[in-house]
Nanobody, 127 residues
Framework: QLQLVESGGGLVQPGGSLRLSCAAS????????IGWFRQAPGKEREGVSC????????NYADSVKGRFTISRDDAKNTVYLQMNSLKPEDTAVYYC????????????????????WGQGTQVTVSS
């Protein structure tokens, strides 16, 4: 059974940090690009960051550039999103997703480009 499971969300104060994890089971991430998306209440799901299958290309939305870092550990079949200098507007449910031949030149931000999705993890930035 193919599955993606996000973890690491929680409540953090503005300026704080969180590291999200996306662990795959039932398949290997080696050949997939991975994207992180987020969805705030009443808003559309938006692409935040992605990493190519080789790990050689990473891309970010302007709103998180310089604050978030995506990485992958294929040996652990896991992708991470390090989030620093968090702001209240970063509050959302964060999802990871996988797809083929994505993120090689720019942020792959279209939801329908991705094949499998996790269930999401809540991130709340508030004092």
């Amino acid at each position: 059974q193919l599955q993606l499971v996000e973890s690491g969300g929680g409540l953090v104060q503005p300026g704080g940090s969180l590291r999200l994890s996306c662990a795959a089971s039932g398949f290997t991430l080696d050949y997939y690009a991975i994207g992180w998306f987020r969805q705030a209440p009443g808003k559309e799901r938006e692409g935040v960051s992605c990493i190519s299958s080789s790990g050689g290309s990473t891309n970010y939305a302007d709103s998180v550039k310089g604050r978030f870092t995506i990485s992958r550990d294929d040996a652990k079949n896991t992708v991470y999103l390090q989030m620093n200098s968090l702001k209240p507007e970063d509050t959302a449910v964060y999802y990871c997703a996988v797809g083929f031949r994505l993120c090689r030149f720019s942020l792959s931000r279209k939801v329908d480009e991705y094949d499998y999705w996790g269930q999401g993890t809540q991130v709340t930035v508030s004092s």
